[in-house]
C-alpha cells in the first residue's frame, strides 16, 4: 500500500470533512453515485446474517466514513450487486443512508434500490 502525499491526505481530511458535515440529502445522492462507481457497499450489519429484527440498516460508500461512525462496532463491506440482492429481498426494510453521527436519510429497501440501479446503469 502506497503512503500517501501530504497534498493526498489534505484531499481525504477535505473530501471527508466536506461529505460528513453535508446536508442528509447530499450524502444520498453521494452515495448513490459512489457505490456505483465503486461497486462495494460498507454495512453496519453482517450480509451474511439476517437482517437485524428492526429490519433497519445503515450504509456507507466508503470504509472510512463508515469506520467515523462505528467506532464502537463492526462494520462490513459488500458487493454492491450483492447489497442489490439484499434491497430486494427486504423492500421494506429501513437504510439509514450515509449517517454522519447526526443524521442521516431513512429510506424504503425498494426506493434505494430503484436509485443505486439508476446510478449502475449510468456508469456501465
Not at 459512489?34 to 437482517?51: M, R
Not at 470504509?63 to 427486504?90: G, I, N, Q, S, T
Amino acid at each position: 500500500m502506497s503512503k500517501q502525499t501530504p497534498k493526498q491526505q489534505s484531499l481525504c481530511n477535505n473530501k471527508f470533512d466536506g461529505l460528513m458535515n453535508a446536508a442528509p440529502h447530499k450524502r444520498y445522492k453521494s452515495f448513490t453515485v459512489t457505490v456505483a462507481d465503486w461497486e462495494s457497499v460498507w454495512l453496519d450489519c453482517d450480509p451474511n446474517q439476517p437482517l437485524p429484527d428492526e429490519g433497519v440498516i445503515s450504509v456507507w460508500p466508503e470504509e472510512m466514513f463508515a469506520a467515523a461512525v462505528c467506532m464502537d462496532k463492526p462494520f462490513f463491506k459488500m458487493d454492491v450487486r450483492d447489497f442489490c440482492d439484499l434491497l430486494e429481498a427486504h423492500p421494506d426494510a429501513t437504510i439509514h443512508v450515509f449517517p454522519n453521527g447526526k443524521n442521516w436519510t431513512d429510506t424504503a429497501a425498494e426506493d434505494l434500490l430503484e436509485d443505486v440501479l439508476e446510478e449502475l446503469d449510468r456508469v456501465e
